[in-house]
């Protein structure tokens, strides 16, 4: 039976269409693709007033025996190693239903071979809030993260990320931390929002296996 990992790529916004197209090159099928806004740290950007930039995110369920070379090749070609080029990694998937394929919850995981160096922390809030959890991650060593719109298309209708329900006017954040930053990082998100207070967010963990276009200033 076939194992699986989500591979994410964080892209200008415009460059979405070119990165579908070379992962087709590499063997992927399909995509979906997100609209939102990465927080950046640049001397000349801040002189400007410009803080954030708007950007696209597309994510990929691919077999795993594909998905590494994929994401290298992808990541090669799309220049990822140049700062400001994009960011894109992968995640192993435990539970995978909608096609042919699905996964059981006792296949081994993609983590219990790999030597993981970074995690990705995930925060839903309340839309608004979210420049707040960038500040008070970044207050904690992060270097900016990623910014998504997680709107219902109907005030009735809510949108699941990773099997939670997010209903809408509701904004998400994900950074990626190296290990030994998580915990600072989530324990300031924690203090700064108060999240352990009912109705004011949700935060998770998820393991990465691979990352790319992380830079010395990000890392």
Do not use: W
Not at 24 to 39: D, E, N, V
Not at 72 to 78: D, F, Q, Y
Not at 128 to 140: L, R
Not at 156 to 166: D, G, P, R
């Amino acid at each position: 039976m076939d194992r699986f990992c989500l591979i994410c790529c964080v892209v200008n916004f415009g460059e979405a269409s070119k990165t579908l197209k070379i992962s087709r090159k590499h063997g992927i099928r399909g995509a979906t693709i997100s609209i939102g806004r990465g927080t950046i740290h640049s001397r000349f950007l801040d002189f400007l007033g410009i803080y954030d930039v708007k950007k696209e995110i597309v994510t990929m369920i691919v077999e795993e025996e594909l998905g590494a070379a994929a994401l290298k090749g992808i990541s090669g070609e799309m220049q990822f190693e140049k700062p400001h080029r994009g960011i894109a990694f992968m995640c192993p998937v435990s539970v995978f239903t909608g096609k042919k394929n699905s996964i059981s919850e006792n296949i081994p995981k993609i983590d219990e071979v790999k030597n993981r160096l970074h995690k990705i922390i995930y925060v839903v809030v309340d839309k608004g809030k979210a420049e707040d959890v960038i500040e008070a991650a970044n207050k904690a060593g992060a270097k900016g993260g990623t910014i998504i719109n997680a709107r219902g298309a109907g005030v009735h209708e809510a949108k699941k990320l990773f099997s939670v329900e997010i209903e809408p006017e509701k904004e998400e954040v994900f950074i990626i931390a190296k290990n030994e930053a998580k915990d600072g990082i989530l324990e300031s998100i924690k203090a700064e929002l108060n999240i352990d207070e009912p109705g004011n967010g949700i935060v998770f963990v998820i393991d990465v296996n691979e990352v790319y276009g992380l830079h010395a200033e990000q890392k």
